[in-house]
């Protein structure tokens, strides 16, 4: 039992920093998209912050699962962390189609909903 316990402590700090990875990433998209409106290189900029973004998407299902499974915590994170996994597979789908009367707000939700759940980590 102990045991458990320890592996949940150190499970729940990566969690958090797998969201807050998540939230820069998300961040630093908007900024990117200004540049694409803006500049020659902005979409570059934007289609490599994409990868970024969905690569600490994975890493936030990963964290997920390693503070639930292994660590003894609670199955909702893992559950959170699949929506937004699932939330950016739709986010890059759309924007490859170039469909910005939906991507920009989803982004705009997904960045509301990665600052919510680090502000729940974090509290």
Same mark, same amino acid.
């Given at each position: 039992?102990? @045991?458990q316990t320890t592996t949940a402590r150190r499970g729940f700090p990566l969690l958090?920093?797998?969201i807050a990875l998540q939230t820069l990433t998300?961040?630093?998209?908007?900024?990117?998209? &200004?540049?694409?409106? @803006? @500049?020659?290189? &902005?979409? @570059?900029?934007h289609s490599a912050g994409a990868r970024v973004m969905y690569a600490a998407s994975m890493l936030y299902v990963l964290a997920? !699962?390693?503070a639930w499974k292994p660590g003894g915590g609670p199955l909702r994170p893992v559950r959170e962390a699949s929506g937004f996994l699932v939330l950016a597979s739709v986010q890059v789908v759309l924007g490859i189609a170039h469909v910005p009367a939906v991507h920009l707000p989803l982004g705009?939700?997904?960045? &509301?909903?990665? !600052?919510?759940?680090?502000?729940?980590?974090? &509290?």
């Open positions: 039992m102990a @045991t958090r920093i797998a998300i961040f630093l998209q908007a900024v990117s998209a &200004g540049l694409l409106l @803006t @500049t020659s290189y &902005g979409e @570059t900029l997920a !699962v390693l705009v939700l997904m960045f &509301g909903l990665s !600052v919510l759940a680090l502000a729940r980590r974090s &509290g």
